[in-house]
Each structure stands twice: as structure tokens, then as C-alpha cells.
């Protein structure tokens, strides 16, 4: 995990490279680990293998997250994010854009009520400043 948070932080401007992507990817895979599809609507909510599996691992994705957010959030997080996000060419597939949208969504939903919270690092980003 630090190592994927290394590449992360290696990310320079207009130096996004295939790594970064694959990274970021991985990045959001371990913040995020269960695809929204069965968990974005009730009516397929129930003992579903997977929501089951989730729900006994589920201390370890919030540690693994916590440890995530230690490690990038005085990294330009959204900075860097936003670079990944914008390198990914929007006529093909957007998986990476994807994974960035469910990190960057995530590390809101998780740290928005702690002291220098993960709300801060994106109202204190100079590229939402208008």
C-alpha cells in the first residue's frame, strides 16, 4: 500500500504517466472496495454473498482507508487526483476517471468530521479557488 501511495505521490504536472493511472486505479479499489452496483439499490439488499463478506471485513477496509488517508492527505491530493482525472482521454473507456470520482468520493464520505478533515484538503485546493 505504501508503495501504490509513492507512485501517487510521484505524480507531476503534465507528467501523468500509465503507473499513475494504474495507481490511482488501485488507489480506489482499496478505499472502495465493493462496486456500487449491489449496494446502490434496495431492492437488492438482502444475504447477498458479497454484501455478506463485506460486512465481516469491513473494520479491515476502514483501517486499510485510514491508513490511505494518513498517507495522502498532505500530498496535493486532489491536485494530483485532478491531473490523473484530466490525462485520461474521455472519447475511450473512462475507467480512470471512474476510480478517481470513487476515491475522491470515498475519502469524503470516511474523514468529513475529523479535525483537518478530507472536506479541508479540497476547499483549501488551489483548483477550486474561483
Keep these: 500500500m505504501k508503495e501504490v501511495c509513492d507512485v501517487f505521490r510521484s505524480i507531476a504536472a503534465n507528467k501523468v504517466t500509465p503507473i499513475h493511472m494504474v495507481a490511482i486505479q488501485a488507489l480506489s479499489s482499496m478505499v472502495c472496495p465493493v462496486y456500487g452496483d449491489f449496494y446502490s439499490f434496495p431492492w437488492k439488499r438482502g444475504p447477498h454473498d458479497s454484501i455478506l463478506e463485506y460486512n465481516e471485513a469491513s473494520s479491515t477496509f476502514e483501517a486499510l482507508r485510514q491508513l490511505i488517508y494518513n498517507e495522502l492527505?498532505?500530498?496535493?491530493?486532489?491536485?494530483?487526483?485532478?491531473?490523473?482525472?484530466?490525462?485520461?482521454?474521455?472519447?475511450?473507456?473512462?475507467?480512470?476517471?471512474?476510480?478517481?470520482?470513487?476515491?475522491?468520493?470515498?475519502?469524503?464520505?470516511?474523514?468529513?468530521?475529523?479535525?483537518?478533515?478530507?472536506?479541508?484538503?479540497?476547499?483549501?485546493?488551489?483548483?477550486?479557488?474561483?
Design 73 to 130: 492527505k498532505n500530498s496535493d491530493f486532489v491536485g494530483r487526483c485532478l491531473m490523473v482525472f484530466n490525462k485520461e482521454d474521455e472519447s475511450k473507456h473512462v475507467e480512470v476517471r471512474c476510480s478517481v470520482l470513487r476515491i475522491m468520493v470515498q475519502m469524503l464520505i470516511s474523514f468529513n468530521e475529523k479535525p483537518n478533515d478530507a472536506l479541508s484538503m479540497f476547499l483549501n485546493d488551489k483548483n477550486f479557488k474561483t
